[in-house]
């Protein structure tokens, strides 16, 4: 979660100084909106780091629970009610 929030601050930091530059601002300017876009994108990338991390873990927890079923069905079908030791007289 600290490694998307750097990333995510570090990313908003650096677009918006670019652009405060390339529209051709004051760097004092340019300097406050960019700590401005380095928190925003900080804070947003770290919520949608959370997003991605519950969808893997759902993703993950649904696997487990197909691949028990199907585990626990192949199970059920290869044993017969009656085997062939229970047919005999």
């Known amino acids: 979660m600290r490694y998307a929030f750097f ?8 677009l918006t100084a670019l652009a405060g530059f390339l529209a ?12 401005i876009g380095c928190l925003v994108a900080a804070f ?3 919520w949608f780091w959370s997003v991605v991390v519950k969808a893997f873990v759902e ?5 487990r629970q197909q691949a028990a ?10 044993s ?3 085997g062939p030791t229970a047919a005999k007289p």
């Open 7 to 14: 990333i995510g601050g570090f990313t908003g930091f650096m």
């Open 24 to 35: 051709g601002r004051a760097s004092e300017v340019v300097f406050r909106d960019a700590a």
């Open 44 to 46: 947003l990338f770290r």
């Open 59 to 63: 993703a993950a927890h649904q696997r």
């Open 69 to 78: 079923a199907k585990s626990s069905q192949s199970g059920a079908e290869s």
């Open 80 to 82: 017969p009610a009656q």
